[in-house]
């Protein structure tokens, strides 16, 4: 009987770990933290994927289009590309999210996709304020160290 209990507390337990985790006030707390590291060229931002993730990201700005497409390895130099010129460009940036969908799924409950709108503003001294906006979607996956990012679709507009 003891056993039934504890299993039966544990299950709980794991389901409202889940429910927790993928809250959107947690979720949007976590991107906003992420993408803080990213943008500010903080390595640490990187331990944020999973090794084997999946990035396609198609950037149209005022020099161009990026486009990214590839595993950890090509988002993680991506990232360090972006926040090299914002760094040179002294570049202060205010990101907001809208539309906020989570969706979460794999049994049970170990993933979760996540779809928004990306609006950041960019600052400085030395340039025009410009706004970039990108319609995201993630899918974030639960780990014993916490969540990460699985995959990435990003299609921005309006960047430097």
């Known amino acids: 009987m003891k056993k039934v209990l504890l299993a039966a507390v544990l299950l709980v337990a794991f389901f409202g770990h889940a429910k927790i985790s ?36 198609t950037a149209a700005g005022a020099r161009g289009t990026w486009e990214v497409e590839g ?13 090299a010129a914002f760094t040179v460009l002294q570049a202060r940036t205010e990101t907001q999210f809208d539309q906020v969908k989570i969706t979460p799924s794999g049994f049970p409950w170990m993933s979760a996709k996540v779809n928004y709108i990306q609006r950041t503003s960019v600052n400085g001294s030395n340039l025009p304020s410009v706004t970039i906006e990108s319609e995201d979607t993630l899918v974030l996956v639960r780990t014993l160290s916490g969540i990460k990012i699985k995959a990435i679709e990003s299609h921005s507009t309006g960047g430097i």
Not at 40 to 56: F, H, N, R
Not at 71 to 83: D, H, I, L, S
Request: include cysteine.
């Open 22 to 57: 993928f809250s959107e006030p947690k979720v949007m707390a976590w991107i906003a933290n992420h993408s803080a590291k990213a943008m500010s060229g903080d390595p640490s931002a990187c331990e944020d994927y999973t090794a084997d993730m999946e990035v396609t990201l």
């Open 71 to 83: 595993g950890k390895k090509e988002m993680c130099g991506y990232m360090r590309q972006a926040a």
